[in-house]
């Protein structure tokens, strides 16, 4: 077997994504920006619960309460990550766990944007989680320790 080359052709014709932020100060209108999309094509990935501002929206909506349900949706949704071990978020074990909840992946294929509101909410989920796990807790007195809680909270462990 030969090393895998890709050709200009077939790179050029891969389908490519497009991965966008929307930042901005409180109340501009941010997820507002919902109902500019094809709510046919749209999952509503709703960490707030419920927002006022797209109450009557008509399209498909998942509301995760936890930080593991957000990591979960995010291996359904992106696949594994083949430089993992399986003991890892995001492996491919982790992967086939979920897959093995929720299904084939293929349910999501008629999706076209995944609308997620809001990353900051999403990053208070994650610290939170952080915050219990053992890295979040001094050896010597079993004391919580923030450093240990913001260093788990910047990689990708978490």
């Not at 409180?26 to 500019?36: A, D, N």
């Not at 399209?59 to 890892?88: H, K, M, S, Y």
Request: proline share 6%.
């Amino acid at each position: 077997m030969s090393f895998p080359i890709i050709t200009a052709d077939q790179r050029l014709a891969e389908k490519r994504d497009i991965k966008g932020c929307i930042l901005g100060p409180s109340g501009i209108g941010k997820t507002s920006l919902l109902w500019t999309v094809d709510a046919d094509t749209t999952l509503f990935f709703d960490l707030k619960a419920g927002d006022l501002a797209v109450e009557g929206w008509t399209g498909d909506t998942i509301r995760p309460r936890i930080w593991l349900e957000c990591r979960d949706f995010a291996v359904f949704i992106g696949g594994p990550n083949p430089a993992l071990r399986d003991e890892q978020p995001y492996s491919q074990a982790h992967y086939d766990a979920v897959c093995a909840k929720f299904g084939e992946p293929a349910a999501l294929d008629k999706y076209e944007t995944v609308f997620i509101d809001s990353i900051t909410v999403a990053g208070r989920l994650c610290l939170q989680w952080c915050k219990g796990q053992p890295q979040a807790f001094s050896e010597r007195s079993g004391k919580p320790d923030t450093r240990g809680a913001y260093g788990l909270h910047g990689t990708a462990r978490s």
